[in-house]
Structure formats: structure tokens, C-alpha cells
């Protein structure tokens, strides 16, 4: 059974970092890109970022960018999420998304996800 599994969501200080982890089970990740989104209360779910099978293809949402950074390690079947520079707009429960397609570039799109985790908690607040 595919599954996916978030963590190290924490509460943050503005100005700091999280690094969060996907780890994948039940499926060969390698033939998966992965997105994280995001949903603050109240508001739609949004795409964060995405990354292609091989990990050569990233995309940012431009509200991310230059502060989030996105890797992946097939071997390990994990996603990484590494988020600096945290703002109190960051807040909110981080999701990743396993999408089967073959397309590049990846999407940010969570419509075309078809298996989520059940999410992790990010708070930035002093």
C-alpha cells in the first residue's frame, strides 16, 4: 500500500529553519514526482514546490523562493523540505503529494496528486 509519511513540522521563530521529511513506503519512488503543499486556516491548499523523479527538475512558488529548498533521495525513498529565513505567512499544516505522471516540469497543481500524506504541523511565531 502507497503511503506517504510527513514530519518535523515544530513551532519556529520567525527568521528560522525546519527541515521537513517525506518518507515514502509501498511504492518505488523513482517513478514518482513529489509536491509539497501547503493550507493555512481558512485558505485553499497551495503548491510549495515540486520535484521531478531524478530530482533534476525543482519548482517554487515565488512566495518560497530563495528560501525553500527541495531535494530528494530515491535510495532512502525520502523528500526533503528545507525552509529558511521562516515568516508567520509560513504557517500552516505542510502536505506531500506522490504524482504518477510522467511530465516535466513537475506541477504544483494538487489537483493532479493522486496520493497525500496526512500533514505536519508548521507554526512560525515568537
Known amino acids: 500500500q502507497l503511503q506517504l509519511v510527513e514530519s518535523g513540522g515544530d513551532l519556529v521563530q520567525p527568521g528560522g529553519s525546519l527541515r521537513l521529511s517525506c518518507a515514502a513506503s509501498?511504492?518505488?519512488?523513482?517513478?514518482?514526482?513529489i509536491g509539497w503543499f501547503r493550507q493555512a486556516p481558512g485558505k485553499e491548499r497551495e503548491g510549495v514546490s515540486c520535484?521531478?523523479?531524478?530530482?533534476?527538475?525543482?519548482k517554487y512558488a515565488d512566495s518560497v523562493k530563495g528560501r525553500f529548498t527541495i531535494s530528494r533521495d530515491n535510495a532512502n525513498k525520502t523528500v526533503f523540505l528545507q525552509m529558511d529565513s521562516l515568516k508567520p505567512e509560513d504557517t500552516a499544516v505542510y502536505y506531500c503529494?506522490?504524482?504518477?505522471?510522467?511530465?516535466?516540469?513537475?506541477?504544483?497543481?494538487?489537483?493532479?496528486?493522486?496520493?497525500w500524506g496526512q500533514g505536519t504541523q508548521v507554526t512560525v511565531s515568537s
Open positions: 520535484i521531478s523523479r531524478s530530482g533534476g527538475s525543482t
Open positions: 509501498g511504492f518505488t519512488l523513482d517513478y514518482y514526482a
Open positions: 503529494a506522490a504524482d504518477r505522471r510522467y511530465t516535466l516540469p513537475c506541477s504544483t497543481e494538487p489537483r493532479v496528486y493522486g496520493y
